[in-house]
């Protein structure tokens, strides 16, 4: 086999992988429950990354008294967080699993910490999550909007995720002051 033929053949290979990547990303895009979680934002951005917002999930910090589910949890459990909608619209915590719950939207994430919270005699343990949704990566420009508009508290920017049925949350688009932005992958 020539040289060439080689190239291509491995050229086809890698060109199939990435056709098979980005479709298997797309399917669970669209395959997943879409739902709608309110963020802030906060820097520093790490320059070798290129242009991202830093943004930080509501539901990234969890109150344990104010949840169902979990009495015990440690720092590194991989847990699912039970979603129901508030009044608004918006997505908010309801309770904490080891397990997927049979019904209704779970994101998955992992426990980096667990700390106490209010005097001796009313303590509450107090859980921060990493769902692996801290960064939106957009175009230069889109970047340094987004940034403005997360440092603006009269603004309600929202993230908008899709959650496939493993739990493994993917970013869909924001929502700025009520309009949804999709991501266009293609």
């Known amino acids: 086999m020539s040289h060439t ?15 098979f990547m980005l479709g298997s990303n ?4 669209a395959g997943g429950q879409e739902v709608v979680l309110d963020v802030t934002g906060y820097d520093p951005r790490d ?21 169902g589910g979990l009495d015990e949890i440690q720092a590194e459990d991989l847990v699912y967080v039970a979603l129901e909608p ?6 908010i915590a309801s309770s904490l699993h080891h397990e ?10 992992l426990v980096t910490s ?12 107090v859980v921060q999550i990493d769902y692996g949704l801290n ?3 957009a175009d230069r420009a889109t970047a340094l909007e987004l940034d403005s508009i997360l440092r603006d508290d009269s603004r309600s920017p929202r993230l908008i995720v899709s959650i496939p049925s493993d739990g493994r949350a993917l ?12 991501e266009r992958l293609w």
């Open 47 to 67: 320059p070798f990354l290129g242009h991202y917002s830093r943004i930080r999930l509501d539901i990234a910090i969890l109150d344990l008294r104010d949840l």
């Open 26 to 29: 797309t399917a669970r895009r």
């Open 171 to 182: 970013i869909k688009g924001i929502e700025i002051d009520g309009e949804p932005q999709y």
């Open 114 to 125: 667990v700390y106490f919270r209010g005097q001796a005699d009313e303590r509450h343990e």
């Open 100 to 109: 997927r719950p049979e019904t209704g939207p779970a994101i998955l994430g």
């Open 5 to 19: 033929n080689r190239l291509l053949i491995i050229a086809a290979v890698m060109t199939a992988f990435l056709v």
């Open 135 to 137: 960064r939106y990566f």
């Open 86 to 91: 508030n009044e608004a619209g918006v997505w």
